[in-house]
């Protein structure tokens, strides 16, 4: 586990609603691999964006959401962070996560 605050080490945000120092198993962009406090980075893709599946990763336990675009109503428990570049925040926040291998 890993504490939210040191993933976000060199990440560029612009705003965070919520408690930064909770621990964070895993980190996903796909909100079907999400388990109970897990960290769920919302990538706007080709064929799906995933700020549609925000919601989908609190309910699979996610208690972290990077996003580009905030959602319209907070869940409590869940902390948001809001970054200009989800792909650009997942290679920072991997990084942080796995201690730095590149």
Not at 41 to 49: E, F, R, T, V
């Amino acid at each position: 586990m890993k504490i939210l605050i040191k993933l976000l080490t060199n990440v560029h945000y612009n705003r965070i609603i919520g408690e930064t120092n909770i621990p964070i198993s895993e980190v996903h962009f796909y909100s079907k691999k999400v388990i109970k406090s897990s960290l769920f980075i919302a990538i706007n893709g080709l064929k799906n964006n995933g700020h549609d599946f925000i919601n989908d990763a609190i309910k699979a336990g996610s208690t972290a959401i990077i996003c580009e675009v905030l959602p319209t109503s907070y869940q409590k428990g869940v902390t948001y962070i809001q970054v200009e570049n989800s792909s650009q925040a997942l290679a920072v926040v991997a990084d942080n996560f796995f201690n730095k291998p590149s």
